[in-house]
């Protein structure tokens, strides 16, 4: 990798190149870096993360997040890996630091914006796409336990943050519509998987069923699954929610938000993984974030009161920002898009929780071959905990009248 790299870890030659370049416009020159791979198994499914340090001559530190796509075939051919990087890219360079830029002309408090981490450079080159960015571990930003149900706190900042984030869109979409559809042509419009991923959800839908313990319950699924997983890409369809659409995050799954603490209370978050934004329905993220990241308990306290303070958040900054939301976002079409929309929790929950809960060592294997997708690769990732929290979501679509 270079004479001053002190690490087993070796990377591309064309990475070093832009790390070094990075370093030298940070002013930390003649560095020794260090390289660690930044995630475990389980945390990233279509890139490789590595975190690579840099001590400069007069004590001066800096940390990057390094990136790389996957170049294996089976995951190519089933994942649209190239499509993926270039919108996160193109998330991260452009429309991320408009939307952040927009927040300041309209003089928002700092309390009230969202944030991102930092964006150095990227590779489009297929088969090397990379994204170089800043490492939110320095500023003290951290995963959450993947395998444990937010609390009140996590809930309530997640919700806060998606609703700042999509008045932001909102904002852009009214005051310079031009713009906002030039973003939104390089966002996801609608869903995007290969065959694998969709026999995957048949085998998901028909397996789902044994793990519900109430009779009552399993009828009122049965009679509804079918009927959502028809609909699962008019979930994701940008026209499905016109004119009342906005950009989403679109994969708002627990590891995609990191915190930071102040002793035991959590004082921020961020948002990464921009791979899957796109235009859609709000309540798409708020349904994945409701289903998958909580459990029956919390939703039994906080359901109705995280929908009011998801749009009270969107109905405050779309306001202070100098927008209408009855004409951005009405609260009737709010309360429209949840009875229509929700059920996308429904289909997250069964795709995402058994994976999410899974130990990092029985984790889906993304190289495995379509002709060996059957029945055992869902039940394999089923553990007790999964089951569990899976009736809690049954139980609760039939008790929110969602199904």
Request: hydrophobic share 35%; with cysteine; aromatic share 12%.
């Amino acid at each position: 990798m270079g004479e001053n790299v002190e690490a087993p870890i070796v990377l591309r030659d064309d990475l070093v190149q832009i790390i070094n370049g990075v370093f030298k416009d940070e002013n930390v020159e003649s560095a020794s870096m260090e390289v660690s791979e930044a995630s475990g198994k389980g945390d990233n499914y279509l890139g490789k993360l590595y975190r690579v340090k840099a001590s400069g001559k007069h004590g001066k530190s800096i940390s990057i997040i390094v990136k790389c796509a996957l170049d294996a075939k089976l995951i190519r051919d089933n994942f649209p890996v190239e499509i993926l990087y270039q919108r996160e890219i193109h998330a991260y360079s452009k429309m991320l630091p408009i939307l952040y830029s927009l927040q300041n002309e309209c003089h928002l408090p700092n309390k009230e914006k969202f944030y991102f981490a930092k964006y150095y450079d990227s590779i489009t080159e297929i088969e090397k796409e990379t994204l170089f960015i800043g490492d939110l571990a320095v500023e003290g930003y951290k995963m959450y336990n993947r395998q444990k149900p937010f609390d009140r706190q996590h809930l309530e900042l997640v919700v806060k943050n998606l609703a700042r984030f999509h008045a932001t869109s909102f904002v852009l979409k009214q005051k310079n519509p031009t713009l906002f559809d030039q973003f939104s042509q390089k966002v996801g419009r609608k869903m995007e998987y290969g065959d694998n991923i969709g026999m995957f959800m048949e085998i998901a839908k028909k397996k789902c069923f044994d793990t519900i313990e109430s009779a009552e319950i399993r009828q009122r699924v049965e009679a509804n699954l079918e009927d959502f997983m028809g609909k699962f890409d008019g979930y994701l369809d940008y026209k499905t929610a016109e004119p009342y659409n906005a950009i989403c995050h679109g994969d708002c799954w627990i590891n995609n938000f990191l915190f930071k603490y102040e002793g035991d209370k959590v004082t921020d978050m961020k948002f990464i993984d921009w791979q899957v934004v796109r235009l859609a329905s709000p309540i798409t993220d708020i349904a994945y974030v409701m289903f998958s990241s909580t459990d029956e308990q919390l939703r039994s306290n906080l359901y109705t009161s995280s929908l009011d303070l998801y749009y009270n958040t969107l109905d405050k900054n779309i306001n202070m920002m100098g927008c209408n939301t009855a004409e951005c976002y009405p609260l009737e079409v709010f309360k429209d898009q949840i009875k229509s929309t929700m059920p996308f929790g429904l289909i997250s929950a069964i795709l995402l929780l058994p994976t999410v809960l899974c130990n990092a060592e029985d984790t889906l294997d993304m190289d495995i071959k379509p002709e060996d997708v059957d029945q055992s690769v869902y039940e394999n990732l089923l553990s007790k905990k999964s089951k569990d929290r899976l009736n809690g979501v049954f139980r609760d679509m039939v008790s929110y009248g969602i199904i």
